[in-house]
């Protein structure tokens, strides 16, 4: 990484002008990965994302994440990981494009979602209660993901755990967190006949408390939000991600990717 003055001089550097060092971001590139972060998107927009990405980045398959920190092998240059995070039904429509692109994609399910009606409520919501029992929004229609699709898509889908509830680990006692995390791995793990060996927090909600209690429920790696890219040999349980949000353009995409790097090189570890 750069020395430390080099940082300094880089906070000079205009947001919008940074996308025209493309040397420096090179560079960062080579030591850090990249993980983005979808709930649902149109497939014919999916397919512009995935265009993109695929001639700047090695998108590898998550499950490849674990092994390259046990082995101590670096990641190879550009790498970028694809995540999706609920378990959306129209997360099924883009199918073919997994296929015919060949694109690893890692879907983070909230296991109590599957198959109904249900979206997650706004994290305002948490704010003054803990019922866990109230805390959806409903539409009209079956809008999740249901078992036979997972099934279907556990092919070539990657399916991980986002909780049992998805309510912020933050707002809960160790002893729930420890049923979200123990139980949605069983069920996923069931349905799909995958191992479960990520977890996604909800809401991007986390500290180093729950990063440790990830891990000693059998995680080998955790993500959150953050907005920054990672480096190599960081927590794996406190993993930062790049929201993209459903109507993202390529260009706003392409936006995102630079205020990530921006932001991570005037943010050192």
Same mark, same amino acid.
């Given at each position: ?76 240059? #550009? @790498? !970028? ?13 883009? $199918?073919?494009?997994? +296929?015919? %692109? ?25 704010? #003054? @209660? !803990? ?13 999740? $993901?249901?078992?036979? +699709?997972? %099934? ?118």
């Amino acid at each position: 990484m750069a020395n430390k003055g080099y940082v300094v001089n880089l906070k000079k550097i205009p947001l919008n002008l940074w996308k025209n060092f493309s040397s420096i971001r090179e560079r960062i590139r080579k030591k850090w990965f990249t993980i983005i972060l979808y709930h649902r998107i149109k497939p014919e927009l999916f397919e512009e994302h995935i265009e993109y990405l695929l001639r700047y980045y090695k998108i590898l398959e998550l499950e490849n994440l674990p092994k390259y920190y046990e082995s101590n092998i670096h990641l190879p240059d #550009n @790498s !970028l990981f694809i995540t999706f995070d609920d378990g959306w039904l129209s997360n099924y429509d883009l $199918l073919p494009i997994f +296929e015919e %692109k060949k694109v690893p994609v890692t879907i983070f399910l909230t296991t109590s979602l599957i198959g109904t009606n249900k979206r997650p409520s706004p994290i305002s919501k948490y704010q #003054n @209660s !803990l019922d866990m029992g109230n805390t959806y929004e409903t539409e009209l229609e079956r809008i999740m $993901l249901n078992y036979e +699709e997972i %099934k279907e898509m556990s092919k070539i889908v990657n399916f991980q755990s986002h909780g049992v509830h998805h309510i912020p680990a933050t707002h809960v006692s160790p002893d729930q967190f420890r049923l979200e995390l123990l139980e949605s791995k069983k069920i996923i793990e069931d349905i799909s006949g995958n191992p479960v060996y990520a977890f996604a927090y909800p809401y991007n909600r986390a500290s180093e408390n729950e990063a440790k209690l990830v891990e000693s429920c059998g995680y080998l790696l955790a993500r959150t939000g953050g907005r920054m890219l990672n480096k190599f040999g960081e927590n794996y349980f406190l993993i930062n991600s790049i929201g993209i949000e459903n109507n993202c353009s390529v260009k706003e995409l392409q936006n995102k990717i630079f205020k990530a790097e921006f932001k991570t090189i005037l943010n050192p570890k």
